[in-house]
């Protein structure tokens, strides 16, 4: 959901703007809603304010994605910095993946923005110990890292990893991994301007987004364009099993959302054209959407986006 290349984020933190968007101790709803709308809510156990683009729960601790890495124990407790690697001072991304060995896998960089690497550690360890992944990019800015389950367990087993390249517009070259030792080039059919954002699978296919392009295939590094058209950016794909069936929903910018159960074919749910919905969440018998500046909205069907002041 950050989706900013390192030059601007160093400004941003150059210039003292950062902003703490979500709130830990609110439930379920209270970060949610705050971690899409930037809203500034208050927590007593992180100083300053501080800007969260992940969140990933592990057996044992809470992870915080932002430029410097939190995390406390999964009941609770105060949070703490985590260490990051030798000069690496931001962290840029964060996935959690687990193919039997769980692993924290984060993207750094310098505060110069001249050095990156892409790194490893075991997350439930007291104290994390960083491995470098060496790979064809090493050294390259990591831009974005986009796991997906094929499992359905809330666990990533396979992760796109987009290298910021150059250019004006920005080129990215796009890897996947299920060991990150082993790296694969992914074939498009379209050039890519736009890292992977999000990705995920259902069926026999992996689908995977990229600005207002949607790729599915069922070979994850022969990635075909397809999909609903849009003019708009797509902003996140989800598994859900909350509506009845198992479904891939698929928000964008321009106020629509899509639901597939293939991953090739896509129905629209609804669209306001009022909002840019973002990423998705089940809570209970429902589906949580967020929004840029709008709160969250509810899917409780295939044809139902409801505020939930209106209930």
Known sequence: MKRILFPFLIVLMAAGTLTFFSSCTDGPYGIFYSLENEAKIADGELENQISVFEIKETANYLYLGTSRIRRRDAAGG?????THPDG??????????????????????????????LYTADPE?????????????????????????????????????????????PNFTVYHTTDFST?????????????????????????????????SSGTVDDQTSGGPSSTADFNSVYYSTTLGSNYL???????????????????????????????????????????????????????????????
């Open 249 to 311: 929903l698929l928000s964008s910018d321009n106020g629509t959302i899509w639901y597939s159960t293939d991953g090739t074919t896509w129905n629209t749910l609804g669209t306001d054209s009022t909002k840019e919905f973002t990423v998705f969440t089940d809570i209970g018998d429902r589906v949580l959407v967020g929004t840029r500046g709008d709160g969250y909205y509810e899917i409780t069907d295939t044809s139902t986006i409801q505020d939930p002041s209106s209930e």
């Open 88 to 117: 690496m001072d931001v962290c840029l991304d964060l996935e959690y993946y687990n193919d039997g060995t769980p692993t924290l896998i984060a993207s750094f960089a310098n505060f110069k923005g001249t050095e990156f690497g």
């Open 125 to 169: 360890a007291s104290t994390l110990s960083w491995t470098e992944v060496t790979a064809a990019f090493e050294g390259k800015q990591v831009s974005d890292l986009a796991g997906y389950d094929t499992n359905h367990d809330g666990i990533s087993d396979g992760v796109y990893v987009s290298i910021f390249e150059s250019g004006d517009p």
């Open 78 to 82: 105060s949070w703490s910095k985590v």
């Open 183 to 215: 790296f694969n080039t992914v074939n498009f059919d379209k050039s890519i301007f736009k890292p992977i954002e999000s990705a995920d699978y259902i069926g026999t296919n992996y689908v995977a987004l990229s600005g207002s392009y949607l790729f």
